[in-house]
């Protein structure tokens, strides 16, 4: 279908340069077709048999389950159960690294994917955290962190870890910032755990490139998935159920 696809926006791009058609578009139409159990009912069997042995595969890969979630979390500016999660995550992880950040920052265009009540399994997590970003660290100056809190502002929230205070306006302008229920001190120095994309001052976050003393290991076992699948590993191990709650880390002033 992609090739057929391909051929016939070619053909026409061909085309058009070449003479003038006295066609004119009259309409757009569209539906949705929603693949759901409905489909299982009469099942393609020359597909199926033709799946099957990939499908094994797959499922040895993706199937084996990290951990329980309490409730479905999904991520949304300003503040949502799972990108306070991963941000935490970050903070959770940085003793491996024998490293104390004060802070975690995830970014919300980072979190691809929502979990769904119940049993969170390989697949879930890959689909969640897609992309190799890997944990790091930076200092930043007081002054530095407010920046970087304006820019989170700017863009309407992002993770951040539990101890964060921001209150922002409805247009995105930082009003107020507080860290573990302390005002931002200009002068003094702030670790932060996040990953290697925002260190680059992407997503908007520019005041990241100020940073000093940075730590980002390259070894793709830094990647944030396998962090992600670790957390999940050991508070199952423990027999715990996963939990994240939206609890004012970002609040947008009323007026």
Same mark, same amino acid.
């Given at each position: 279908?992609?090739?057929?696809?391909?051929?016939?926006?070619?053909?026409?791009?061909?085309?058009?340069?070449?003479?003038?058609?006295?066609?004119?578009?009259?309409?757009?139409?569209?539906?949705?077709?929603?693949?759901?159990?409905?489909?299982?009912?009469?099942?393609?069997?020359?597909?199926?048999?033709?799946?099957?042995?990939?499908?094994?595969?797959?499922?040895?890969?993706?199937?084996?389950?990290?951990?329980?979630?309490?409730?479905?979390?999904?991520?949304?500016?300003?503040?949502?159960?799972?990108?306070?999660?991963?941000?935490?995550?970050?903070?959770?992880?940085?003793?491996?690294?024998?490293?104390?950040?004060?802070?975690?920052?995830?970014?919300?265009?980072?979190?691809?994917?929502?979990?769904?009540?119940?049993?969170?399994?390989?697949?879930?997590?890959?689909?969640?955290?897609?992309?190799?970003?890997?944990?790091?660290?930076?200092?930043? @100056?007081?002054?530095?962190? &407010?920046?970087? *809190?304006?820019?989170?502002? !700017?863009? #309407?929230?992002?993770?951040? =870890? +539990?101890?964060?205070?921001?209150?922002?306006?409805?247009?995105?302008?930082?009003?107020?910032?507080?860290?573990?229920?302390?005002?931002?001190?200009?002068?003094?120095?702030?670790?932060?755990?996040?990953?290697?994309?925002?260190?680059?001052?992407?997503?908007?976050?520019?005041?990241?490139?100020?940073?000093?003393?940075?730590?980002?290991?390259?070894?793709?076992?830094?990647? @944030?998935?396998?962090?992600? &699948?670790?957390? *999940?590993?050991?508070?199952? !191990?423990? #027999?715990?159920?996963?939990? =994240? +709650?939206?609890?004012?880390?970002?609040?947008?002033?009323?007026?």
């Amino acid at each position: 279908m992609k090739t057929k696809s391909l051929f016939v926006l070619s053909l026409a791009a061909l085309l058009l340069p070449s003479c003038k058609s006295h066609y004119r578009l009259a309409g757009v139409e569209r539906t949705r077709i929603i693949i759901d159990s409905r489909y299982d009912r009469h099942p393609d069997e020359a597909a199926a048999l033709f799946i099957k042995p990939y499908k094994r595969v797959n499922d040895s890969i993706m199937g084996p389950v990290m951990g329980v979630v309490a409730h479905n979390m999904h991520a949304e500016r300003p503040e949502s159960d799972l990108s306070n999660l991963l941000a935490d995550i970050l903070v959770w992880a940085a003793k491996d690294y024998g490293e104390q950040p004060v802070l975690g920052i995830y970014n919300m265009g980072g979190i691809r994917a929502d979990l769904t009540k119940g049993e969170v399994t390989y697949g879930d997590v890959l689909d969640v955290a897609p992309f190799e970003n890997k944990i790091c660290f930076v200092t930043l @100056t007081g002054a530095q962190l &407010m920046r970087l *809190f304006g820019q989170i502002a !700017a863009t #309407g929230g992002e993770g951040v =870890s +539990k101890g964060t205070q921001l209150v922002i306006s409805r247009d995105h302008r930082l009003l107020s910032a507080r860290l573990h229920g302390q005002e931002i001190d200009a002068q003094a120095k702030y670790r932060v755990a996040t990953i290697n994309y925002l260190l680059e001052g992407n997503d908007k976050m520019m005041a990241f490139r100020e940073g000093t003393d940075i730590v980002a290991p390259a070894d793709a076992s830094n990647n @944030t998935r396998f962090l992600i &699948m670790n957390y *999940f590993k050991d508070r199952h !191990a423990r #027999g715990e159920i996963i939990d =994240s +709650k939206v609890e004012g880390r970002i609040k947008v002033a009323e007026k």
